[in-house]
């Protein structure tokens, strides 16, 4: 997928597409590539793999998920954003990255061409969040970037909380 | 709006940001694109201070701007159009767009007056229309004035 270069809000020229899955959390809709995802896995599927954090000073990240002997954090998309409370169901396992989604529900798969690169007067940590916009009938939703949501010192410091104790969920 | 002092005689946008005489305000009309129907806004979390969300505009995603937060110090709660006004990034320009809360006016052929010196920053001047003054924003130094928004993710 092309991400949108220079032109404000012009996508790249039409390319093959490719799909994306839209998600809610904490009410608000966001998208991933789909070629992101690893795995889509319920809560309740995973109740007995992911292990707590005892000492998480990250209020958004409570849990962990060992995949192919590698720690993921599970972090809660909507708690990151400030985002109003809601039930999360499914965990997004990412491919590439140590990081999961906890969502409330997946709204639907798309294809998309092209997104649209965020407006300049954007300039806070959305840069880093989201790899553009994606516009769909129904409007604007952020493109979600996997690498994103936790930098390499929240991975650091989540490491070392997690090395202090993980006690099973 | 270093034209100002380059071309004295110009030509500006009135716009209005609430019912009261005060919540009017000018720009310099090549500063702005078009005036365009309210259309729906599109939000998601960030952190940048002034910004309310995006809109779609011929195709083009444009950022939507609430400047009534610092100018009249309250949110516009009704809007009937977006003021379309460009912004420039070292070369590049990039439209970006205004709630206002009614029709807009093009003045022609007015001599800006210069900031009073208890001005906020983001007065460039003013322009005199009957006998009032009418503040003249600079729309560069008014997205830096906005207050700041901070969102979980960005604490730690």
């Known amino acids: 997928m092309n991400r949108a270069g220079q032109l404000q809000g012009k996508p790249a020229a039409a390319q093959r597409q490719e799909p994306v899955i839209v998600f809610v959390a904490g009410g608000a809709q966001m998208a991933i590539p789909a070629g992101a995802l690893h795995e889509i896995r319920s809560t309740d599927s995973l109740a007995g793999e992911a292990a707590m954090l005892q000492r998480a000073d990250f209020p958004w990240v409570r849990h962990t998920i060992e995949r192919g002997g ?100 | 709006m270093s034209g100002m002092s380059e071309l004295p005689e110009s030509n500006y946008v009135l716009l209005r940001l609430g019912p009261a005489q005060q919540d009017r305000f000018a720009l310099p009309a090549d500063a702005v694109e078009e005036l365009a129907s309210a259309s729906r806004l599109d939000k998601f979390p960030h952190t940048t201070p002034g910004l309310d969300g995006v809109i779609v505009r011929r195709k083009r995603v444009l950022a939507v701007r609430d400047v009534a937060r610092v100018l009249t110090g309250r949110a516009l709660l009704v809007h009937r159009f977006y003021l379309i006004v460009r912004r420039r990034y070292g070369s590049a320009v990039e439209l970006e767009a205004i709630p206002v809360s009614g029709d807009c006016e093009l003045i022609g052929g007015v001599i800006p007056m210069p900031r009073n010196g208890d001005a906020p920053e983001y007065f460039a001047g003013s322009i005199d229309l009957a006998g009032e ?24």
């Not at chain 1, 990151?80 to 499914?90: A, D, E, H, I, V």
């Open chain 1, 70 to 169: 590698t720690t993921h954090y599970v972090v809660s998309v909507g708690s990151y954003f400030g985002l109003p409370r809601t039930r999360p169901s499914l965990v997004l396992v990412l491919r590439g990255v140590r990081c999961a989604l906890l969502v409330d529900r997946i709204e639907r798969m798309d294809a998309l061409s092209s997104i649209y690169a965020l407006p300049r007067a954007f300039q806070g940590d959305e840069r880093q969040w989201y790899l553009g916009l994606a516009l769909f009938e129904d409007g604007a939703v952020p493109m979600l970037n996997p690498h994103g949501l936790l930098t390499s010192e929240h991975l650091e410091k989540l490491d070392a909380r997690a090395v202090a104790g993980a006690v099973p969920a």
């Open chain 2, 133 to 156: 003054q009418i503040p003249l924003l600079d729309l560069e130094k008014l997205a830096a004035a906005a207050p700041a928004t901070q969102f979980a993710g960005s604490r730690a």
